[in-house]
């Protein structure tokens, strides 16, 4: 993409209205811009890293056994007034009139309408384990919406639902979204522990919160250092094998949020206890029949008994992501994106657009970069080069590539890894073998 | 996928309420589901065409140049007022009250949002021209939502804003829109004509509605027959070249809407009239300074003055599509999806699950099928032959594989091409061979 054509609006000063290294970050470098309080469009950086972030969720998914679906956002009040939550979940419930007076909704989670769903369609214990999720947009009516995406009221969530026949069956399909969790957030270059937690307005008696550790994250976390040792991408979720093994080892350990945590538990004092800030990025619950039984989601069982099936439910904060992954990537120029979700693989430069020859080679290695299938944005503006460096630091990109008159002479261009700060100079006819 | 692993609640009877073509199969091959009036749940099938079509809109709207983001689904209501439609609008558009007794909207289109994040960002002549696009979910409060997605109240479209610094340019950012979409459509196996329409609430001079031909289609259209001959994927449409030869040629003929239509008119005489039905699939409007006026949407001109933008809105009924698409493709039996949209290649069918042998033919076929590539349903479920082919029928995959013990013996599966209904024998060896 050639950033002339593009729409990248970098702002060089920081918004006041911007409490936290994400939020900054995101509206500097013109990811996200707020139409209402709590409410963001994404430009067009932002959307391409919240695609990234929503595909690996979904491959996870996908390998976990769950099967996609999409539900809309707005939703009759009817099923919630069934399930009893209509009057339980307050003010953060944005309730709608339609041009008829029905009451409608937009949803802020759903297990109620895959609940309706479920029971319209499946009968049987033959049809079970069944786990239907989907991605779709959310509202919470927050009372002070603040942090840009971490704390919006408009908001992308993965839900994930199991039904199964028993709780038995059940606890293993908590356990494979357990895994597929791990895997996720392991996979955007995020360190992110399950602690057990409270079920709150979801319900149930079996749910983990899955906190990324970031130095500025939203709550204190206490955990034990032995954490450091497991690590999420050895664990091969095959559909159908047993996790129990994974999951008994990553709930061996202490792991607190500071609400649960309890320094003179017996637990917490024979813990090498670490303190840190997280941000919870998931959470998932196992609730049996807390809502198969108001709503009557049945199914017959081998002799012929009607009995409710036994569900959970498993969120991702998709949106919310993109501030954990920048609270825990971004030094004082900006963003480091891992290379799983960053926007370009490659930031091209070129420092002398006056220079026709230096142009050329410019194009050139754009050219050849793209037909190599590297994702590459190309900074062909006008501008000076301080202000291209400092716009690349900006965003983040993992590798930049900075072309000049003065390195064309030499046949180099500088080469700079993101992350690590490290620059070489690459033999311009090199540099694509270099970069894929 | 295997079929007993899947969500697919296939529906043998034809449900009452649904009154046209494309509403019934979608019902009846478990692609949605009603969650109230008008708005629905997208089962796995649904969603994977969905998806399908999304992925072709989303390519040619980037080969055209335009550039994605995407906008929120509630917006203020401030916006509108600026612009003077918020009361224009009237019962269709859904309004809402937050906590703070905010007034807010599900929106039903965004001119004025992005006309808002365009004014925030971009000053300069320098910067256009710019074309941006979403794919988002909208809402309009139809009175009497029908149809099944052909008129529903929650819709998923796409709509892109073109900004010029004049109308000259303007022009060429229309053409571009108008290749893309005779494109887009093409690829999706549809015909689809450009008729003059009327500019409605969007308002502005200029306007195309593209009209796919479907003989169930909800209004009457006259054409010339001359359509026939013009190839829409002739027109290789490279960003900045010359459109207006292809805009020219496809707007030389007659072609006319029922309300546009005048049977007296000179026009409509010197032509060979053909008259059909047909559905509206997608809109162009070029509208000039109609929102940028009032929302003071100014650029610098290089000499220094400032002058409204000149703009334009684009919209395609991306989940409309899908039910244009039945309703030109389907017959008796169910539906005969286009291979470019259709949810999986092949429905693999397992005819005697009772016999071992024939069922490890069946798993070995789908392994290597997939191992190619190949993205095929595999009916492994323990019903009969016949609920099988009528199944697939229904659902209409472009190639059905059959193979029961009859067929092992032979070392041949039945391969049908669900268009066409051809069948033959193909040798359990070849079949990877023959579908890659």
């Avoid at 707020?34 to 430009?43: F, R």
């Avoid at 099923?79 to 029905?102: C, F, N, P, Q, T």
């Avoid at 947009?137 to 039904?163: C, H, N, Q, T």
């Avoid at 919160?209 to 050895?234: K, W």
Wanted: aromatic share 8%; hydrophobic share 40%; proline share 4%.
């Amino acid at each position: 993409m050639r950033l002339s054509r593009y729409f990248l609006p970098t702002l060089k000063e920081t918004p006041a209205e911007a409490q936290i290294a994400s939020h900054r970050l995101m509206l500097r470098a013109g990811m996200i811009r707020q139409g209402a309080a709590g409410i963001y469009s994404w430009l067009p950086l932002g959307l391409k890293v919240l695609k990234k972030i929503e595909a690996i969720v979904r491959e996870e998914q996908d390998s976990a056994g769950a099967i996609e679906l999409l539900m809309p956002t707005i939703q009759s009040a009817d099923l919630w007034v069934e399930s009893g939550r209509y009057d339980d979940y307050g003010k953060e419930m944005l309730r709608i009139e339609d041009r008829h007076e029905r009451q409608m909704l937009f949803g802020p989670t759903n297990e109620e309408l895959i609940t309706d769903i479920f029971r319209r369609e499946i009968k049987s214990y033959k049809d079970l384990p069944k786990n239907l999720y989907h991605i779709q947009w959310k509202f919470r009516d927050e009372i002070r919406p603040r942090f840009g995406v971490m704390r919006g009221r408009e908001f992308l969530m993965k839900d994930a639902y199991s039904f199964d026949l028993d709780a038995e069956s059940a606890v293993k399909s908590y356990n494979a979204m357990f895994v597929a969790y791990l895997r996720t957030f392991a996979r955007m270059g995020l360190r992110a522990i399950p602690m057990r937690a409270d079920t709150g307005p979801i319900g149930g008696d079996l749910s983990h919160e899955f906190i990324v550790l970031a130095e500025t994250g939203e709550s204190e976390v206490f955990f034990d250092a032995g954490f450091d040792e497991f690590d999420p991408m050895a664990v091969e979720a095959a559909v159908g094998s047993d996790l129990q093994p994974v999951v008994d080892q990553w709930t061996s350990l202490y792991a607190a949020t500071d609400e649960m945590h309890d320094p003179d538990s017996t637990e917490a004092k024979a813990t090498k206890l670490v303190q840190g800030r997280g941000i919870e990025v998931g959470h998932i619950f196992f609730f049996g029949d807390k809502y198969s039984k108001p709503m009557k989601a049945e199914v017959q069982t081998s002799d012929g008994q009607s009995v409710p099936v036994q569900m959970g439910s498993y969120g991702i904060g998709v949106s919310r992501l993109m501030g954990a992954i920048i609270e825990a990537s971004h030094d004082e120029n900006g963003i480091i994106w891992p290379e799983a979700v960053a926007p370009f693989k490659v930031g091209l430069m070129n420092l002398t657009t006056k220079d026709e020859g230096c142009t050329a080679a410019c194009e050139k290695l754009y050219a050849k970069l793209g037909a190599a299938g590297v994702d590459v944005l190309y900074d062909d503006r006008n501008v000076g080069a301080g202000q291209k460096f400092a716009n690349m630091d900006l965003i983040g990109l993992p590798w930049q590539v900075a072309l000049g008159s003065r390195g064309l002479k030499n046949g180099v261009v500088e080469l700079k890894n993101r992350a690590t700060g490290e620059r070489e100079e690459v033999a311009i006819g090199e540099v694509v073998a270099k970069l894929t």
